[in-house]
């Protein structure tokens, strides 16, 4: 199975910030999926190289793409157009109960944008871009992820 995770992030791509999320996005897959193959890439905020990343993905048949940043109010975060454009069926659920989870903690959480959704059998998720809310919400979710791709791939019935 090949999962692949997408920092998306100006000041990443510049050097100048380390990416801490990403990698923490991949050991919270690792944990669940020990012998799937994680493929990770690191892009700036710009819309056209989100998509060719995701589109990669896609056409390789990744079963989860998750993205990590790009999702908050800022003029260049553009990660959930990005994504919007080639996802055939929204999966609002996983991002309702990911924004629910985070303001738990964190009441701006609410204003995060990120969504998830199908293309193909290829689920993707957008994740908050600091590693406290993209692990966070990853682990709020996680039970509905694996559910999701049972169901995806016809490996899980519907009960």
Do not use: F, Y
């Not at 920092?7 to 991949?26: E, F, K, L």
């Amino acid at each position: 199975m090949l999962l692949a995770v997408l920092t998306v992030s100006d000041r990443c791509a510049q050097r100048i910030a380390i990416d801490t999320a990403g990698p923490a996005v991949v050991t919270l897959l690792r944990q669940h999926w020990h012998d799937a193959e994680i493929q990770t890439a690191l892009v700036p905020d710009e819309i056209d190289q989100i998509r060719s990343s995701l589109a990669q993905w896609i056409s390789q048949s990744a079963a989860l793409i998750l993205t990590v940043g790009g999702t908050g109010l800022g003029p260049r975060d553009l990660t959930p157009e990005a994504t919007r454009a080639l996802i055939e069926r929204e999966a609002p659920g996983i991002a309702e109960a990911m924004r629910t989870k985070g303001a738990e903690h964190n009441p701006m959480a609410w204003l995060s944008r990120g969504l998830a959704g199908l293309s193909g059998q290829t689920l993707i998720i957008n994740l908050p871009g600091s590693r406290r809310g993209a692990e966070q919400s990853l682990s709020s979710i996680l039970p509905l992820i694996q559910h999701g791709l049972e169901t995806i791939t016809g490996t899980e019935s519907h009960h």
